[in-house]
C-alpha cells in the first residue's frame, strides 16, 4: 500500500492513499519559506488568471500571509506554489514599478488596520528624514516604514487632500496661504459653507504636480536669460516666459498666461525688462537670489510704479501732478462710489452736521510722487514680505476698495502681502505737513482716538474717512488715498477691544497692522491701523464735495 505524502497544490497532507498513521520512515514536512514584511513576491491571482506583483505586509496566524496588490488583500498560505519569492536584486523596484506617492505632513489618507481588517481615514502627522509616515487616526498612531507605504496607505495619484485650519478673520472666498511639506507656498481659497467657522478645518484638494523640485534656475537673472535668448535686455516670447513661469512658480489657482503677462507687463509695452521680471517673481513668492553681484536681492534693484513720470535718480524729487486724464479721473469716482456706505456713525458729529452725504463728487485730483517716500515704502514692502513668507495661517484681506480691478492693475497692487488702496481723511493745514513730511506717529490718534492703539487710522470706505475731513477755504474736502502695507494682520472683531495689548503683539513683531473689524461686530466701518509710516506711500490728494439729496 503507498505511503502518505505531501501534496504541495493543496497544501495539506494528502491522506487519500492509506489511512494509516505516519511512521518513522515517512517524509517530513518541508520547513515554510521565511518571508518577511515588505517583501515584494509574485503570486498568481485567480481572477487575472496570472502572476502579478505583490507585497507582503503582513504575516497572520499560522501560516498564512497577507498580499496586498492593486488596492486588493490576498490571503495565501506561505508554503503555497502560488507564491514566488523575487531576486534580491528586484526587490528595489517597487510594487508594479512605481514610486510611492510624495505625501504631505497633513495628508488625509485610507490606511489599513491589521487588527481590525479594515481601512480607516487617517491624517499624515510626521515624515520622517528616511521617508517613514506616521499616521494618526483617531487615538491611534501608527508608523508606516517607506517599503509598506505602497501597500498600507491609500492615496490619489493625483491630488492629496489636506486640511486647512480656519483663522480669525477668514471667510468664505477669503485666500489663505498653506505651505506644503517641501516648502511650497499655495493660495487656497477658503470654500463657502455655515459651517466653516475660525478655528474649524476644511478640506482642500492640493494638485501633486505642484509639489515638484526646486526649479532649475539657480538666479533670477539665469531665468530672464532663459526667456531672453537673443540678450535684447528683454522678454518678449510669451511661450518662453510660460515655460519659466511654470518651473518657478507653484500656485494651486494659477490663472492662464494671458492673465500672468499681464502682471510681468507692468507698463504695457509689450515687453518687459529684468527689474519687472524681478519683480514678477517677488509678488509671487520665487525665491531666488537676483545673480547679480553685490546685490542681495530684489531690494537692491528699486523699481517704480508704472505710473511714475518723474526722475528716477534724484534721492529729493517731490511733487504733485495734476490729474487731467478722463479715464483716470472715472476711476478715481468710481472708487469714491464704491466704497460710499450709508451708515452713520457718533464721529459724524465731527463734520459739524448730522446727516450722512447721499455721496461725494470729485472736483479736483492730485498725484503725489516722492523719491524719498516711495524708496521707503519699496524696502518695507520688500522685508515685510520675506517677514510673513513663513508664516502660518496667513490671510488675504481684502478690502472694499478692491471692487476695482482696474485701479489695481493701474497700482500693481500685491494681496499676497495684503497690499490695499485706502482712504485718509485730514484737513488742509495737515495735509500740506502729511504730504511734505509723510505721516508722523507722534501724533498719531490725536484726531480719530485710539481705539486699537496709538496708529494711523484707514479706512476702505471714503463716508467713514469724511468724517475726519474738514472743509477747506474753497469749500472742498481733502481725502488722501494710499498705498498700504498691511503684511500679517491683526483681526481683531471685538466691541470694546484692549488696545495696549493689540498695540504690543504689533510692536513685538507678531503682526505688522490691525484690521478692526466694526463692521461685524457693529455693523458700522472697518478700521485699518498701522504703525510704521513706510507701510503707507501716498498716492492721491483728493478733493470733493460732500452731496445730500
Known sequence: ?????????????????????????????????????????????STRQEFQEGIVF??????????RAHGTTYVLRADSPLIRR?????????????????????????????????????????????????????????????????????TNPVYAII?????????????????????????????????????????????????????????????????????????????????VAADLVHDNEAGDLQLVWSQLDRDGNGQVSFPEFVEWAESNHVELPTGIPGDRGPCGLLTFPQTWIGPRDDPMYSQRLEITDDEHISELQALLDVSYKDVWTRDRLHTGKTEVPSGFKLRRELRAESHKQ????????????????????????EARTGKLPQLHRRHGLRPSCNEWLLFHG???????????????????????????????????????ADEYSEVGPDGLCCVLVCRVLGGHV????????????????????????????????????????????????????????REYN
Open 1 to 45: 500500500m503507498p505511503s502518505r505524502r505531501w501534496n504541495p497544490r493543496i497544501s495539506v497532507w494528502d491522506a487519500r492513499s492509506s489511512p494509516r498513521k505516519r511512521n518513522k520512515t515517512s517524509p517530513k514536512r518541508p520547513p515554510l519559506p521565511d518571508f518577511y514584511v515588505g517583501e515584494i513576491v509574485d503570486f498568481f491571482s
Open 58 to 67: 503582513e504575516k497572520g496566524r499560522g501560516d498564512t500571509l497577507a498580499i
Open 86 to 154: 523575487r531576486p534580491a536584486a528586484k526587490q528595489q523596484a517597487g510594487v508594479n514599478g512605481d514610486s510611492e506617492p510624495m505625501l504631505l505632513e497633513g495628508e488625509l489618507v485610507q490606511i489599513y488596520s491589521g487588527s481590525k481588517k479594515k481601512y480607516f481615514e487617517g491624517q499624515v502627522a510626521q515624515v520622517s528624514p528616511k521617508g517613514d509616515i506616521t499616521v494618526q487616526y483617531g487615538k491611534n498612531m501608527k508608523v508606516v516604514p517607506q517599503g509598506l507605504q505602497a501597500s498600507l496607505i491609500i
Open 163 to 243: 486640511l486647512v485650519r480656519i483663522p480669525p478673520g477668514a471667510f468664505p472666498g477669503t485666500i489663505l496661504r498653506v505651505k506644503t511639506l517641501n516648502g511650497k507656498w499655495l493660495r487656497v481659497t477658503m470654500p463657502a459653507g455655515a459651517e466653516l467657522e475660525p478655528g474649524g478645518t476644511f478640506r482642500y484638494k492640493v494638485f501633486r504636480d505642484l509639489l515638484k523640485a526646486s526649479p532649475r534656475f539657480a538666479t533670477l537673472l539665469e531665468a530672464f536669460r532663459h526667456c531672453d535668448p537673443v540678450h535684447s535686455g528683454f522678454v518678449t516670447d510669451h511661450d518662453l516666459f510660460a515655460q
Open 374 to 397: 516711495w524708496r521707503g515704502y519699496f524696502l518695507k514692502r520688500h522685508l515685510l514680505r520675506h517677514a510673513i513668507k513663513d508664516v502660518e495661517g496667513f490671510v488675504e484681506h
Open 426 to 464: 485730514t484737513s488742509y493745514q495737515k495735509l500740506e505737513a502729511i504730504l511734505q513730511n509723510d505721516f508722523s506717529m507722534s501724533f498719531a490718534g490725536s484726531s480719530t482716538g485710539t481705539l486699537y492703539g496709538r496708529g494711523t487710522y484707514l479706512a476702505d470706505s471714503i463716508t467713514k
Open 490 to 545: 491683526l483681526y481683531n472683531d471685538e466691541v470694546t477691544p484692549d488696545a495696549m495689548r493689540l498695540e504690543r503683539r504689533v510692536l513685538d513683531g507678531g503682526f505688522h497692522s490691525i484690521l478692526g473689524d466694526r463692521e461685524r461686530c457693529k455693523n458700522t466701518y472697518k478700521e485699518f491701523v498701522v504703525f510704521d509710516a513706510d507701510q503707507i506711500y501716498i498716492e492721491y490728494a483728493l478733493f470733493y464735495t
